[in-house]
């Protein structure tokens, strides 16, 4: 079988994949062309029949404050005739070779074993929080200046989100750039209110009485609460609201009352690609200071693998080559990027992808700690 670039052609057959793979869906030719021209899909071929496609979106993410190159794996469909032949994981690793130059690589998995057969590893989630109107309503408290937002906003939108996740030192949000921003103030359907820190777009889910909210980012508890009230003033018709936040979003803490939460939680994997610049693009904790001794196994990004140390201090990190050491920490690639996700030391070991010595557990902990998560499915 061949792998490549599909020809800009062959948009039919891509469509076709994917309506076997995901269900009748609108076709947007002029993005799948894009996604095509700029050479971020791949095609699996057998004979002159493609049989498999993925794409990836070129995202920034968010990394204790700054942002990191990263690659969005999305559209992976295998023809179902031809699954259970290992085309998906041939497909995935073409994949990791076309995202090259990027640190990162972050996808949802529709079954986990192929993107970890590959080293991606389960790093964070998109948060899903239902709860009723009411009590949104009754946090407006202070003057807070909120404005309806629309396209000619976008870069100004964009550039506060930025400096708003920056600022909180976020772990996992991604940045789709500009004119996503202004596609997403265009839309009629999507509510979007702008204030000097803050900012918020919702609307009705579905023709239903249940109101959704894409993104709600403040930088102060008054504006938090202002754009929150402005959700809950439609506590009159809105049986429900559905809110993508953070798992710590300051909102659950603003809440006169909270005692059972109901959450629904979409796990995301996350790819370590290229190990020295996604430690050296990403912050780290100010006040931690780290040197130790790591092994990283890669199968299929080379560079990556071998001995290393971990160097970090003044929020910033780098990796650099050296001699291995006899209690240097042992990862596979998806150990790795588990780590760089925050998962513990102790949660690596307990499942059995870390090994080697343990001495520097709680610092590697210290200097990775964060509770990552997306506001954005792709």
Request: net charge negative.
């Amino acid at each position: 079988m061949e792998i490549r670039v599909p020809d800009p052609d062959e948009i039919d057959a891509v469509h076709d994949l994917w309506i076997r793979a995901f269900g009748p869906s609108s076709r947007e030719d002029a993005r799948t062309r894009r996604v095509i021209d700029e050479r971020r899909m791949l095609g699996v071929y057998d004979g002159p029949r493609m049989v498999a496609c993925g794409y990836f979106h070129e995202f920034d993410q968010w990394w204790h404050g700054r942002a990191v190159p990263m690659g969005g794996v999305a559209g992976v469909a295998v023809a179902p005739e031809y699954r259970g032949r290992g085309i998906g994981r041939r497909l995935a690793t073409g994949l990791l070779d076309l995202m090259d130059g990027r640190p990162l690589s972050a996808l949802y998995p529709a079954t986990a074993p192929v993107y970890r057969s590959v080293g991606y590893e389960h790093a964070g989630a998109q948060y899903l929080l239902t709860l009723p109107p009411g009590p949104l309503r009754t946090l407006a408290s202070g003057p807070v200046k909120v404005r309806r937002a629309g396209p000619a906003d976008a870069a100004e939108v964009t550039a506060l989100l930025r400096r708003l996740h920056a600022d909180a030192r976020h772990g996992g949000p991604i940045d789709r750039g500009e004119p996503f921003m202004r596609d997403v103030l265009a839309d009629e359907r999507v509510y979007s209110y702008l204030a000097d820190d803050g900012f918020l777009a919702y609307g009705w889910k579905d023709g239903s009485r249940r109101l959704a909210v894409h993104r709600c980012v403040a930088g102060s508890a008054e504006t938090a609460r202002a754009l929150w009230a402005v959700v809950g003033s439609g506590s009159s018709i809105a049986e429900t609201v559905e809110a993508f936040v953070a798992p710590d979003d300051p909102m659950l803490w603003l809440l006169r009352d909270r005692s059972e939460d109901e959450v629904r939680r979409v796990s995301w994997m996350l790819r370590v690609l290229d190990a020295p610049a996604a430690v050296a693009a990403r912050g780290f904790p100010a006040a931690v200071s780290v040197d130790v001794p790591l092994v990283v196994d890669d199968e299929q990004r080379p560079g990556n693998a071998g001995s290393w140390r971990l160097v970090v201090g003044a929020g910033s990190g780098r990796l650099e080559r050296a001699p291995a050491e006899r209690d240097a920490t042992r990862l596979p690639a998806r150990g790795l990027a588990a780590l760089y996700a925050g998962v513990p030391m102790a949660t690596l070991r307990g499942a059995g992808i870390a090994t080697g010595g343990d001495a520097a557990d709680a610092l590697l902990d210290a200097a990775f700690a964060t509770t990552p998560y997306m506001l954005d499915y792709f």
